[in-house]
């Protein structure tokens, strides 16, 4: 299998660092976004993310960037494969792969999908922190380093009706999410998109993460907030679309090498 050549940037010393891949044809960048569309399924099962049948990611079709590929209705994460992908239109329609949609995932992904052009994923689950976090109806604060990633960059959508069916209610996420990176659905759990899967993938990851640590911050006293001027400066680091997509990667190697068939 031909492997995507990753470019270095050498502008700024701060970005010697390699970058997303670019593809010589669409169906060489479709093969990319499903493999690591997969490895992600496979790291939020990993990580404990599954809870049922619920949670979704999504990717924009390269060549169709009117249709996204999403994960089919009832297969768990932890046994995700390229094979089992669904393609979905902006009507709701399966127009490749077999198998049931997720009504919610439609409802949610399509509505960011078409509203927002700039992105290329979105993940979505019911994490245990996430949703614990979900349920205090606030944004994350900038506690840590991590956490700065989303600063000025979420949002709360505090207005949780049940099961997100009605793809009206999707538009309201998608509304409510704007140009940030990140929103939490009060009482319900976490929402990311990024211009990659490998970035939504992490932002969701580390939003988790950061989740679970103001928790824990915020049980043991009172924590001590980044100043804004500082928060802002690290956002601007570790919070960038690049920086998203880079720290995804020592989790696509690790899992590479513990899964195989991932390239399958």
């Known amino acids: 299998m031909n492997q995507p ?14 970058q997303p891949p670019t593809f010589a044809t669409p169906a ?21 993310f599954e ?25 768990s994460f932890k046994r995700m494969r390229v094979a089992d992908l669904l393609l979905v239109d902006h ?19 399509g509505a ?29 604060d900038p506690l840590t380093q991590d956490a700065c990633a989303f600063y000025e960059d979420h949002v709360l959508f505090d207005d949780f009706t049940g099961v997100v069916l009605d793809p009206a209610e ?10 940030r990176k990140a929103c939490i659905l009060q009482n319900h759990g976490l929402l990311t998109v990024g211009q990659s899967v ?32 500082v928060a802002q400066l690290t956002h601007d680091t570790v919070g960038t679309e690049q920086a998203g997509w880079f720290n995804f990667q020592p989790l696509y190697q690790s899992l590479l090498a513990e899964q195989p068939d991932l390239t399958d």
């Open 5 to 18: 050549v990753y470019p270095v940037v050498k502008d700024r010393p701060e970005q010697h660092r390699p």
């Open 28 to 48: 060489e960048e479709r093969a990319h976004r499903q493999r690591v569309l997969v490895a992600a399924f496979r790291l939020f099962g990993k990580f404990g």
């Open 51 to 75: 809870e049922g049948a619920a949670g979704h990611i999504t990717v924009r079709d390269p060549e169709y960037p009117d249709r996204f590929w999403v994960n089919p209705f009832g297969v």
């Open 91 to 109: 009507h709701g329609e399966v127009v490749a792969g077999e198998g049931p949609l997720n009504a919610a995932a439609f409802a949610i992904h």
């Open 112 to 140: 960011i999908h078409a509203a927002r052009p700039d992105v290329v994923a979105a993940a979505h689950s019911h994490s245990v922190y996430g949703k614990a976090w979900s349920s205090l109806g606030r944004p994350l």
């Open 170 to 179: 999707g538009r309201r996420i998608a509304a409510a999410l704007g140009p």
């Open 198 to 229: 490998e970035s939504a993938a992490w932002w969701f990851i580390t939003m988790e993460r950061s989740c679970q640590a103001q928790l824990l911050a915020e049980a043991a006293g009172t924590p001590k907030l980044i100043r804004p001027e």
